[in-house]
């Protein structure tokens, strides 16, 4: 049971609390999912379940904590570590072995435990996260739903009461998302553990929370039911969405709890709207069989693409089906078979100074760009590598379309983690190239600062440039695409409209999608849009369900 | 032979060996068996050209050391041609046995490198790293986080110069760094960040200091002055039992001290060493062999190990006992794993 | 960092041991007389520096190692192995060395104690990845050491100076880089040069031996290793004039966060 009571907390050298008067309680063997937009003290709120707040960070704490009966505050980590695991966001930066084994067995070597002892608790913590097979393999070579697995089972060793994870499934895709999160309710159910689970796709979790704690920008937190809570807050997922503007009450959490829905007669009649593939006019750029190995492995396997003027391409795929090869290979910073043509040119021919005036490409992390002392250096930078210029004045207009106008003088590392992916953004497109290639933009970001992505990609759209999407966010590209790529173990499974890549493919399909089959809605706005305008055209009065 | 022990009980037998002798015969003997031994650990690990590296190492190496002894020292009986005297330092005889002294120089120094060489070879990163003492601890982690993390930031620092490339940076002066090592540097301390709380999450400890520690530290830093002392005594030809005490005292002292510290951690090891008949047996063999040939040498039985070449030139004396410490750098051939 | 009298005073210690080691074939003409029998003079040598090491790596560990130091030194170092195998990739002129300016930075920021964890440690876990622990893994431990160690200098002239971001902190730390390029080879062909060195079995002088010692000493550096420390010192100067501010700008965002602490209170 844990149970706190006015936790107000302030990062030492701020001048804001990051937690104010936090007050709730969270019975023993219950799941708890923690959420709220980008800064409102997730973080900092699970840090403080295992004293890592304050005591690593240092920093003033008041009010009262109480984990399991201990008290992290005066107690220290090293108590509470043993009752509380916790997973953090980036499977990579929390391991410190390469073998799967000694990474699990480590908090018990750490505690001086005898060796009979250990083994059994490894066996035992193996077996709980379904890790038999990797047991002795190199932790780089398995894949991210295994490594959370891995964080996991390593917390598991101590017998813990709780398990606290931070943004556990951000870097997943939904396959493994959802994998990962049937484990995580098998412990609960099998352990009595309890879990806080912290997380910005609400979708991933919805179905498993037993409360939710959100947490808002002016640091008040609202707790309790999903049922009591959902209501209250401005960001949810596409299925509460819908459901609060239809009126469904209870609010189902999960896509089968959602009543069975009658088309209204008008929408039976007229048809589905579908959106259409572009016209086809000279593709900007065109791939041609394209196939990659790294090493000896077979990564890419005989890749046909197109992106035309003006549309957005959306690739998605599973985590190592090849995405992310597929685009070095198509910017030649590995060989390749098979033929690409830039704007009708074969790139095979062309330097990489004449490719890259007319891409721009945003690295899965955009802080890989960052490095100068001012946002205007970073643009200044790119300008003067392609022999460009611009002048000051020219580059704060250039600037105001991502919000950065007012911060162009900052140091770009100070700023929020949107504002950063804007500053690489700006960077990468100052010498207005007419192609972007994005990589899985939308890692760790909420909402809100998807929502300012979408829009300022649109905006680009509209200007005529063309733009392919990498992502494994069905829901983020469903809002976006003009047409989509799907891709399996590097072949290309599906190429054509997103209506259909989002509804008829297991794995891929949006949540709208799933909720009303065979209508063609791919997003919420698509559902809600077309309920309303038909509704009004056909004055029925039975939609007030 | 696959277990720790046994291997470092073959580097500190060589080890004495070389640095005892000056007599070529065994030193070639001992060379020939490290170039087997080594070749036959090369060919486990699929390294086909380490003796070409090595021997062409070596032979560098002894070139380098015949040259600067012959042009510095000018001592020695058969003079093969002069430089006049006015030159600094280079001037005077160039003589045949100041090249002798030089190579056999060469050739202990490349031979030590070459026994530590096919120690690196034989046991694996992780035998090496659970053989830095217990009392090392924090230190041993910083070696496995940077060992760990090593490839990782190989791999990002290779993304982050594949994306500033895209951006228009071209990789030709040292400044062209810049926009790879900020970024590498950023998310690498980002990282460090999230990885201590991991480990503190899971139970790490930091060392808390407390007066035993630092009370061990005075008594370790006397007991090295100690050992400094017995040696600097031999060499002003102070007498046996003297440096003998500094030295036992010194050196014992120092252990345990250093094992007691260890104590003050509490971590135990998960994985054993697996050991099989051949590892007992090198155990034995080597062990046996160092005890035995450090007593003889001590009751000076060996003389044929001393050899100089000065001031005449002239041919070494060997002892048939001596051949076989020489060989024993062969002897892990025939007690390879087979695997 | 804290820093009692008696760790100081250690150090001292240990410093004098080590430096006395290095520059016993200077002083101890004695020692000639060992070396018809083999080479056990320099493998003293490499035993004294050995303890050295051991000292001063306990006295780090309990006065500034946690958590947090170990993840950071950690990650520093693996970055700073890696620079060390891009020197030898690099078809660069032999000597350029871009190791030693984020030892000397980490010295500079973070102290003392941790400048010396970082030289040592660098050399340790490159020696390892390259397979190249050897008998100098001791002295290049300990010189790179030092390197890191007396970066704090530069620290403490800098603010009496009043020297905080002024080019004079960079020019100062150019210097630096430049003397210890220099140093540095001429300290480790300290270590190397008795296993080389050449003996008489003639008596000595006292007075005479030293300085013949140091002229023949100075020869030996001249012909073998003054390209690579020039270089070497050049290499820094270079990597230091460039890097050095936004290098600095980040360890200074990081330091508040990696600080030691101890274990917060209920306080506000």
Wanted: proline share 5%; charged share 15%; with cysteine.
């Amino acid at each position: 049971m844990i149970k706190i009571d006015s936790l107000t907390f302030q990062y030492p050298q701020t001048s804001q609390p990051a937690l104010k008067n936090i007050s709730l309680e969270i019975p023993s063997g219950s799941l708890t999912l923690v959420t709220g937009p980008t800064g409102s003290g997730k973080s900092t709120f699970l840090r403080c379940l295992n004293g890592l707040v304050p005591h690593f960070s240092g920093g003033t704490i008041t009010g009262e904590l109480q984990i399991f009966g201990h008290d992290p505050i005066s107690e220290g980590t090293e108590t509470i570590s043993a009752r509380v695991g916790f997973v953090f966001q980036e499977p990579e930066a929390q391991f410190l072995f390469d073998v799967v084994e000694d990474e699990i067995v480590f908090s018990l070597e750490n505690a001086g435990m005898p060796r009979e002892q250990m083994h059994v608790r490894v066996n035992q913590a193996i077996r709980q996260m379904g890790l038999e097979g990797i047991r002795n393999r190199n932790i780089h070579e398995i894949s991210g739903g295994e490594k959370q697995k891995l964080a996991i089972a390593s917390a598991l060793v101590n017998l813990p009461d709780m398990l606290v994870l931070d943004e556990p499934t951000s870097q997943l895709d939904p396959a493994s998302a959802k994998d990962l999160m049937t484990y995580i309710t098998r412990l609960k159910r099998d352990l009595g553990l309890t879990v806080v689970v912290s997380e910005h796709r609400l979708e991933r979790l919805l179905p498993f929370v037993d409360f939710i704690a959100y947490l808002t920008p002016d640091h008040t937190l609202h707790f309790g039911t999903p049922q009591e809570v959902l209501p209250e807050m401005a960001q949810v997922p596409p299925l509460i969405k819908i459901a609060k503007e239809m009126k469904i009450t209870p609010l189902p959490l999960r896509v089968d709890d959602f009543p069975e829905y009658e088309y209204p007669a008008i929408l039976r009649e007229k048809g589905f709207p579908k959106s259409a593939p572009k016209q086809a006019q000279n593709p900007v750029l065109e791939i041609n069989k394209l196939s990659a190995s790294l090493g000896k492995q077979q990564v890419l396997d005989q890749v046909d693409l197109q992106l035309y003027p003006g549309e957005v391409l959306t690739l998605v795929g599973t985590n190592g089906a090849g995405k992310t090869t597929l685009l070095r290979s198509i910017l030649g910073l590995i060989p390749s078979d098979g033929e690409r043509y830039l704007l009708g040119e074969k790139m095979g021919a062309m330097d990489l100074e004449n490719i890259i005036h007319q891409i721009g490409y945003l690295p899965q992390n955009p802080n890989d760009l960052l490095f100068a002392e001012t946002v205007l250096d970073e643009l200044q930078f790119t300008l003067k590598n392609h022999q460009k210029s611009m002048s000051d004045e020219a580059l704060t207009v250039f600037l105001s379309k991502f919000g950065l106008a007012e911060m162009q003088n900052r140091y770009p590392r100070d700023l929020s983690v949107g504002e950063r992916q804007r500053t690489a953004l700006a960077a990468i497109t100052v010498h207005k190239p007419g192609i972007l290639l994005l990589d899985e933009p939308t890692r760790g970001m909420d909402y809100n600062a998807k929502r300012k992505l979408t829009n300022l990609l649109r905006d680009w759209r509209t200007k005529g440039k063309s733009i392919l999407l990498v992502t494994h966010d069905v829901e983020f590209a469903a809002g976006l695409a003009d047409r989509v790529l799907i891709i399996e173990h590097g072949k290309v499974r599906f190429t054509g409209s997103p209506g259909a890549a989002f509804s008829e493919f297991p794995g891929f399909e949006t949540q709208t999608a799933r909720l009303f089959p065979h209508s063609g809605w791919i997003t919420a706005e698509d559902c809600l849009s077309q309920l309303k305008s038909e509704i009004n055209l056909s004055k029925s009065p039975d939609q007030q369900s | 032979m696959t277990a720790s022990l046994p291997w470092i009980l073959w580097l500190a037998a060589n080890l004495a060996l070389l640095l005892s002798t000056r007599n070529p015969i065994y030193l070639l003997l001992n060379l020939t068996g490290l170039f087997l031994t080594g070749n036959m650990l090369a060919q486990k690990r699929t390294q086909t050209s380490w003796v070409q590296q090595n021997l062409r190492f070596l032979l560098t190496m002894i070139l380098l050391s015949t040259l600067i002894n012959t042009l510095f020292s000018h001592t020695g009986a058969t003079v093969l041609f002069s430089l006049p005297e006015t030159w600094p330092l280079v001037g005077g005889d160039i003589t045949l046995e100041s090249m002798v002294y030089g190579a056999i120089n060469g050739v202990i120094i490349g031979a030590l490198y070459l026994t530590f060489n096919i120690l690196n070879l034989a046991l694996s990163i992780k035998q090496i790293i659970r053989l830095i003492p217990r009392a090392f601890y924090p230190a041993a982690m910083i070696v496995t986080v940077a060992l760990t993390f090593f490839p990782s930031i190989q791999e990002r620092a290779r993304e982050i110069k594949e994306a500033q490339m895209i951006r228009g940076s071209k990789m030709k002066k040292v400044t062209d760094w810049l926009p790879i090592l900020i970024p590498l540097l950023v998310t690498s301390l980002e990282r460090a960040f999230l990885l201590s709380e991991s480990m503190t999450s899971r139970g790490f400890h930091a060392h808390q200091e407390s007066r035993h520690s630092r009370l061990a530290i005075v008594g370790l830093t006397l007991a090295a002055f100690c050992i400094f002392s017995g040696w600097v005594f031999t060499m002003y030809d102070y007498p046996k039992w003297v440096t003998f005490c500094l030295f036992g005292v010194g050196g014992s002292f120092f252990l345990i001290l250093l094992i007691l510290l260890g104590r003050q951690t509490r971590v135990t090891h998960f994985h054993q060493e697996s050991w099989h008949i051949k590892d007992i047996l090198g155990t034995v063999l080597f062990s046996s062999s160092l005890i035995v040939f450090i007593a003889l040498r001590l009751s000076n039985q060996l003389e044929s190990l001393s050899y100089s070449p000065y001031m005449a030139l002239s041919p070494p004396t060997f002892q048939w006992g001596c051949l076989l410490f020489c060989a024993s750098s062969l002897f892990p051939i025939f007690l390879k794993s087979n695997d | 960092m804290k820093h009692h009298y008696g760790s100081n005073l250690i150090n001292l210690l240990v410093f004098i041991l080590g430096f006395l080691s290095l520059v016993a074939p200077f002083v101890l003409p004695q020692a000639r007389s060992q070396l018809s029998s083999g080479a056990s003079f320099p493998i003293m040598v490499s035993l004294i520096l050995v303890l050295c090491l051991v000292i001063i790596l306990l006295e780090i560990q309990t006065s500034s190692l946690d958590s947090k130091m170990i993840a950071f030194l950690g990650m520093l170092i693996a970055i700073n192995a890696g620079l060390r195998f891009l020197e030898n990739a690099i078809p660069g002129p032999a000597g350029f060395s871009p190791v030693f300016f984020l030892i000397i930075l980490t010295g500079y920021f973070f102290g003392s104690q941790i400048g010396f964890l970082t030289g040592a440690m660098t050399m340790f876990v490159s020696g390892l990845i390259t397979g190249g622990v050897g008998t100098w893994l001791p002295g290049q431990m300990i010189t790179a050491g030092w390197v890191g160690q007396s970066a704090a200098l530069i620290s403490w002239l800098v603010k009496n100076l009043k020297l905080q971001g002024k080019t004079g902190e960079i020019i100062l730390l150019a210097a630096f880089g430049a003397g210890w390029g220099l140093l540095y080879g001429v300290v480790m062909n300290l270590w190397f040069w008795p296993y080389l060195a050449s003996n008489t079995s003639q008596s000595w002088v006292q007075g005479a031996a030293f300085i013949e010692n140091v002229q023949h000493y100075s020869a030996y550096y001249l012909a073998t290793s003054v390209v690579w420390d020039i270089t070497r010192a050049v290499a820094n100067v270079l990597m230091m004039s460039l890097m050095a501010r936004p290098v600095l700008k980040i360890l200074a965002r990081f330091k508040n966060r990696f600080r030691f602490t101890h274990s917060a209170g209920r306080n506000l």
